[in-house]
C-alpha cells in the first residue's frame, strides 16, 4: 500500500465505487452525469490514490469565506482503519483554516460522532438541531 494524496476530483467511475461502499445507493439515481457535476462543483476536494486506484475522498462545499460544509468523506472499507480518512480530515480542514472559515459543518452517522469529535467538531445543542429538505419523488 503506497497512498498518495491528490487535490482534485477523482474519476466519475472511482467517485461511484466509493458511493457503492458505503450504502449511499439513493445518490446514484441521479447517474454518472449529475454525480460529475456535483463533484466538480466542489470548492475543494482531496483523493487518496493507491496504485492509480482511488481508495478515499472529501470534499468542501463552500463560499470562501463564512461557511464550509464537509461532504463525502469516504474510504473503502478494506481501507478503513489506515488513517487514510483521518489524513483526508485534516487536509480539509487545514483548507478551511488557511481561508479562516467561520464555521465548518458537516454530516456524520451517530456511529461516527466519536470520530468527528477528535478533530473538535461539537453535535449541534438540541435547541438549535437544524432542518433540512430532501427531494421525494412521492411529495406533491
Not at 468523506?73 to 482503519?81: A, E
Not at 454530516?107 to 435547541?127: H, L, S, T, V
Amino acid at each position: 500500500m503506497n497512498i498518495t494524496y491528490s487535490e482534485s476530483v477523482p474519476p466519475i467511475e472511482d467517485y461511484i465505487n466509493l458511493i457503492e461502499s458505503t450504502g449511499w445507493q439513493g445518490i446514484l439515481t441521479k447517474g454518472s452525469n449529475k454525480l460529475n457535476e456535483s463533484i466538480m462543483n466542489s470548492w475543494y476536494c482531496v483523493s487518496a490514490i493507491d496504485n492509480g486506484e482511488t481508495v478515499g475522498y472529501g470534499r468542501i462545499l463552500s463560499d470562501g469565506v463564512l461557511h464550509a460544509i464537509i461532504c463525502d468523506l469516504i474510504v473503502l472499507p478494506t481501507y478503513q482503519g489506515k488513517g487514510i480518512g483521518s489524513s483526508i480530515l485534516k487536509q480539509l480542514l487545514r483548507k478551511c483554516h488557511e481561508n479562516e472559515i467561520l464555521m465548518i459543518q458537516l454530516f456524520a452517522a451517530k456511529d461516527k460522532y466519536n470520530y468527528y469529535k477528535r478533530f473538535g467538531f461539537e453535535e449541534r445543542p438540541a435547541d438549535a438541531p437544524g432542518m433540512r429538505w430532501m427531494k421525494n419523488d412521492n411529495k406533491k
